[in-house]
């Protein structure tokens, strides 16, 4: 992993501890027994609305620096996402943020 790579990942970390939830970072590295397109991290954050919806929400979150885009894998992965309706965020911390409405 780049060093830039691992900071967004630690400050992705860092954005789930405010959240109240956890970051767990799936490792790829070499894909020999993974699988082309799994996001690098997956997370669990307690509902926006507790009131309305006491249960907890997971998505999948895909570290990329300013300018990088999704490969082909990562763009079915993400779309698989979208038709399941779980979140799927790519970029920086600051995304995934937005994301959780800190």
Avoid: N
Avoid at 50 to 64: D, N, T, V, Y
Wanted: one cysteine or more; a positive charge.
């Amino acid at each position: 992993m780049r060093t830039q790579h691992k900071q967004i990942i630690e400050d992705a970390r860092a954005v789930m501890l405010v959240a109240g939830g956890q970051l767990f970072v799936l490792h790829q590295s070499g894909r020999v027994f993974g699988s082309a397109g799994v996001p690098d991290c997956l997370w669990f954050a307690p509902s926006r609305f507790p009131q309305a919806s006491p249960i907890w929400r997971f998505g999948f979150f895909e570290a990329k620096s300013q300018g990088d885009k999704l490969r082909l894998a990562q763009l079915a992965f993400r779309r698989l996402c979208i038709l399941a309706d779980i979140p799927y965020i790519s970029g920086r911390a600051g995304d995934l943020a937005d994301h959780l409405g800190l």
